[in-house]
């Protein structure tokens, strides 16, 4: 057996069922040993790098399981960058393994050499180069390890092909040698029992639910502590689904595009609990001013979040489902009906609406009818920008792992491959890929992945011609001096995709919507495109403008001039 | 440009490649000038001792030292504040030396506890160790003559009595 063999063995051995990746001359003897080792692993041939890495990311997000990558050296390798430092920002888990030059080459700029160890350093939970075929199970052992445990993110391995061509006896249950790293797991009782005795007082509770939860696996628990403490629910955009958003105390989605509602509860709550979410500055927007006056409560399983953002009151490190389910032993019901029917009033008064001021088809329509045919229980994997907040806002998740959306890093190009690689991990399950004509542009080479592999993953492309979320912002915060938005040059997408071989539909005015979604979810013999032909200059709204605070969240379009906001992007 | 303290950090963590990187990283990323930094095998050879002296700002430094914590390398990671530890730094400093001030140059040497460990006609070879600001003082005095080279180690400690380092 030779090193590249072992790998694949270990990666059996750790219930890998895909590989997605691209092949490439340093990475030959791993494309080799798919081959020898007649594995039962099945290879998924990508188009672009970048597409592997989404596709083990959404495979991750909507599995809970690892994502593999397989790449060759150089170009193979620096294309993964993208998809690693979303996963890393996501903490999904997910193991890229690269090829790289012959040992003795290495810095001496061989043909496709790239420091990857180097390179990837700021992107990934941990990385490897292997020096020695000897250390090579041990690796693949402690990456998974590292990947999957504590707080996820994607672990990177780089083989040099000599090594990996390397013969040897290798005992595939190597022992790992990882003195230094902490898995946090069970909180501290005495933080918990400090943390119920702060709810105890609280007459109006609100808990910020993140994607630790879904990590986790704790929706269950997060459902039981909402009403055993009778407290309204608010989730950040990756925390979609860890609490049903069709349940009563669930709020949707806080922060600058949150529900007017939820961002009322958050301004006015006297005490806020976040479990598994890191205070993101989409959700804090001024932060002197975010909750002044609540208590504040931080649950979270990286240390290293204490007091980043938000210095809490009280605070306590581990996992979000053991820490839950502590907590639920020492927790009553609060004092707080009063508060609750207070927030079920807001969502009366203040639904999530659109106009129509164009008169075309709206984003927003499109994936309501979605929303409503799927029953709310798609698998749904979004791009950044415009689309992805009325899909975080119109369409409801049930479940944690079926909110598929690139939060932390705002990766472009995320959506399609995310679904499918969701598809394969969840074959019977219906999955929906969520994209703007920009970012859908960026991966949209890999319709040929889900061509061949006759996924029946389906593609909305909403359309408006323009990088709408920029647009956006050019019209509101700078006297609308559109600059570098206008998609000017869009293919045909139909046409596109028929190229592909993959089925297509267009959605032009309302009335398409019901008759086309219908067709679409029932079409299930490989791929359908859905090309939405949308309103251009719609915009997302409700909107806190970045750095801001909750006061200062829109409803509706401005009719006064907006100052330029002091936040990040 | 506002002026951060210096703070003084020991970090024991596995002799594994690409360490040093990963904590460098840390810093850099959040702004904060490294000083100096003091690597070397710890008496267990599997891993390292590393000194960091960095300016920044004390909230920040917080974090810092929570995300080190987090590398998987690193097996702990600790602010030393100077009375809780014994901090030292190494100069060797080449000056110019006639004959006619070759006897101040010694006597600052031996005010100092420093030692000659080159001496030639027409230079001198200075080895000294103590506190940086020690160091400092002394190197000012120097400056007097001409200083042709000058090299600091940098800071390294050990924590005092039983306290981990």
């Known amino acids: 057996m030779n090193a590249a063999e072992a790998v694949i063995k270990c990666l059996e051995k750790h219930g890998v069922e895909y590989i997605f990746g691209y092949s490439g001359g340093a990475a030959i003897p791993f494309f080799d040993a798919l081959v020898t080792t007649n594995t039962k692993i099945e290879f998924i041939l990508v188009r672009h790098e970048q597409g592997a890495t989404h596709m083990a990311d959404g495979y991750a997000r909507s599995t809970g399981k690892p994502g593999v990558v397989l790449v060759t050296s150089g170009p193979g390798a620096t294309n993964t960058i993208t998809g690693l430092i979303t996963a890393q920002m996501d903490s999904v888990p997910m193991i890229v393994i690269t090829g790289q030059t012959i040992s003795p080459m290495l810095g001496k700029d061989a043909f496709q050499e790239a420091d990857v160890f180097g390179i990837s350093l700021p992107v990934v939970k941990h990385s490897y180069l292997v020096r020695s075929h000897e250390d090579m199970t041990r690796t693949v052992n402690e990456a998974f390890y590292i990947a999957t445990t504590g707080r996820p993110g994607p672990v990177i391995i780089d083989v040099p092909k000599d090594i990996s061509s390397t013969e040897g006896v290798f005992d595939l249950d190597a022992k790992m040698d990882l003195p230094g790293y902490k898995v946090p797991g069970h909180g501290d009782k005495g933080e918990i029992e400090t943390i119920a005795k702060a709810f105890k007082k609280s007459r109006k509770p609100l808990l910020l639910i993140g994607h630790g939860c879904v990590l986790s696996e704790a929706e269950e628990e997060v459902r039981q502590l909402a009403e055993k403490l009778n407290a309204p629910v608010v989730t950040t955009l990756l925390g979609k689904g860890a609490i049903s958003e069709k349940h009563d105390l669930s709020l949707g989605m806080l922060g600058m595009h949150g529900t007017a509602y939820a961002n009322f509860a958050v301004k006015d709550c006297d005490l806020i609990c976040s479990i598994g979410s890191r205070w993101d500055d989409r959700i804090v927007g001024k932060l002197e001013e975010f909750c002044a006056e609540a208590v504040k409560i931080h649950i979270d399983i990286d240390a290293s979040e204490y007091g980043k953002m938000i210095v809490p009151d009280y605070w306590c490190a581990g996992d979000a489902r053991l820490i839950i389910e502590e907590l639920l032993l020492h927790i009553k019901r609060c004092d707080s009906q009063a508060w609750v029917d207070q927030v079920k009033g807001w969502r009366t008064d203040f639904p999530l609406k659109y106009d129509n001021i164009e008169g075309g088809l709206t984003m927003q329509e499109v994936l309501a009818e979605l929303d409503k045919q799927s029953d709310s229980e798609a698998i749904i994997a979004t791009d950044v920008g415009q689309h992805q907040m009325w899909c975080a806002q119109f369409c409801k998740s049930t479940q944690g792992k079926n909110w598929l959306s690139s939060g932390g890093a705002g990766t472009m190009g995320f959506g399609f491959p995310a679904a499918i690689g969701a598809q394969f991990g969840r074959p019977n399950d219906l999955v929906v890929s969520v994209s703007g004509d920009g970012g859908f542009q960026m991966t949209l080479c890999e319709l040929a992945t889900a061509a061949i592999n006759k996924l029946p993953v389906k593609i909305l492309v909403l359309n408006n011609s323009y990088l709408g979320m920029v647009r956006q912002w050019q019209e509101l915060f700078f006297d609308e001096r559109l600059s570098g938005v206008d998609m000017e040059g869009n293919p045909d997408f139909v046409k596109l995709a028929e190229s592909y071989g993959v089925k297509a539909f267009r959605m032009e005015t309302s009335d398409d919507v019901a008759k086309v979604w219908k067709e679409a979810l029932a079409y299930n013999e490989g791929p359908c495109l859905i090309e939405a032909v949308c309103n251009k200059t719609d915009n997302v709204y409700p909107m806190i403008p970045a750095g801001a605070n909750y006061d200062k969240m829109l409803l509706e379009a401005p009719t006064v001039k907006l100052e330029k906001p002091t936040g990040s992007t | ?165």
């Open chain 2, 1 to 165: 440009m506002k002026e951060y303290p210096t703070h003084t950090i020991s970090i024991y963590i596995t002799n594994n490649p690409g360490g040093l990187m990963r904590m460098c990283q840390i810093f850099s990323r959040r702004g904060f000038n490294i000083d100096s930094l003091v690597a070397s095998p710890a008496m267990d050879g599997r891993f390292s001792r590393v000194t960091i002296a960095a300016k920044g700002a004390a909230e920040s430094l917080k974090q810092i030292i929570l995300q080190l914590e987090k590398l998987v390398d690193v097996m702990h990671c600790i602010e030393h504040k100077n009375s809780e530890a014994i901090v030292r730094e190494m100069v060797l400093i080449k000056v110019l030396a006639n004959s006619a001030n070759r006897g101040e140059i010694l006597q600052i040497t031996k005010h100092f506890g420093g030692k000659t460990v080159d001496f030639t006609d027409n230079s001198l070879v200075i080895e000294c160790s103590g506190a940086s600001s020690k160091l400092d003082a002394m190197i000012d005095l120097l400056e007097n003559y001409e200083i042709v080279e000058m090299v600091r180690s940098g800071q390294m400690l050990v924590a005092r009595g039983d306290q981990p380092t």
